[in-house]
């Protein structure tokens, strides 16, 4: 079978999308947890667009051994290097490098004209190639542009020494016939076009992001850009989850390989949503949470007698556990360390001391201890580790014939501080005292959400606050059984990221 390479852009185009950006030690744990996926390139950033971006690139091009690591850079000497220098210890470095070439794009973004735009790419790619062997280049708005003039931007990318040509529908603008005769066009008039890789990068602006990249797949393209979970500018990417149970689920008709892991599809899933602070729409295909739930009698009934009468994938294949109550009060370190095993994580001796305090602290407060609690320790840990403030105790005074009241203390360094505050509501009052404590200059609550994590009365609740000052947002989370206590120490969480 025809193996497809999947270039992941979750660390790069995800995170450009609003209110989706993720702080160092997010990226680098989505990364290791990318890498685990069997995602053959993924593209770490765009190492240019801050210190912070470079400082992300060049960390997870330290670590990550099984998957090409990229970064992003215009068609620019300067942007060359920076992305050079950030990848270049990875053990399977690329430059990934643009330039639109849609009319469009040309006359009012670049102010170039058509012959500057071929000269450039051409210098650029050889620019890039002079430093490192692997080299991309994407044509930015490639289905807006005129056919003929994107053959002759393509041969100039091959005739310099890209080795991976992508097309992107920069605006999520062709639908799959289109998409189907510009790949076939493309074969047709550029030389060696079959000498490299040709890939695709389709915006879900039409809802066909998944739909495109599946037609250009059928078209000849051995590589896809997507996301996980879509994440992208404006109304995301090409979902990774979709594409890959469609190849999955239909051979059929895409006789492909990837190296993709199926059953980490669910929990990186989880972590990503985790991470941006998002919830998976509930009937988000793949992950969402009605994605393999039967409500109506009739379809219940059917899936009882033969589970292909409405189901066409296995939970089970992306890492869906229907194994739910495992461990409690009395289980010991070890049966938590297999569980976490099981599910697809590997926690060092240290987080696993921690963790397994945190377990023990939950099971005290929690009668059975579920495959998503278990993970929803894990992916806190990424959230909590080296705060400066931290939660030490809280009151709240709650009622709906008084005044609400909070008292918190809180730690930092070796203080303990504690204010009284009055607010509308406990949660209210609360976010007010720990205001009083941290002072964060002229900060906003811009959102603020509870869900809980699994069934029963004693759930665990995962609070989720995003937060604004001074032109940086943050994201906030907190979990526990008790949705006050999630509700500060998502809140704090978000001020330490503030601070
Ligand atoms: O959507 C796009 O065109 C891009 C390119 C930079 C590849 O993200
Ligand atoms: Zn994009």
Known sequence: MKKIKVFDTTLRDG?????????FKEKIELALALEKLGVDIMEAGFAIASPGDFESVSAISGIIKNSSVASLARATRKDIDVAYDAVKSAVAPRIHTFLATSPTHMEYKLRMTPSQVLETIGDMVAYA?????????SAEDATRSDPAFLAKAVKAAVDAGATTINIPDTVGYSVPAEMTELLEFLYANVDNLDKVTLSVHCHNDLGMGVANTLAAIQAGATQ?????????????N??????????????DRFPYETNIVTSRIFPVSRLIYSIVGMTAPLNKPIVGANAFAHEAGIHQHGVLAKRQTYEIMMPESIGLTTNK???????????????LKDLGYTISKEEMDDLFGRFKALSDRKKAIT???LEALVLHRIHMNGAAWKLDRFTVNSGNYVACSAVVRMSHEDELIEKVALGDGPIDAAFNAVDKIMRVPEHRLEDYSVQTISEGNDAQGEAIVKLSSGGNTATGRGLSTDVVEASILAYINGMNKLL
Do not use: Y
């Open 15 to 23: 995170e450009q999308a609003p209110g989706c950006s993720m702080v």
């Open 129 to 137: 190639k002079s430093k490192l062997s692997d080299v991309e280049f």
């Open 224 to 236: 896809i850009e997507t996301t996980v979970c879509g994440l992208g500018e404006r109304a995301g």
């Open 238 to 251: 090409a979902a990774m989850e979709e594409v890959i149970m469609a190849l999955n689920t239909r051979r």
């Open 325 to 339: 109550m495992v461990l409690g009060k009395h289980s010991g370190k070890h049966a938590v360390e297999d569980r």
């Open 371 to 373: 495959d998503g609690d």
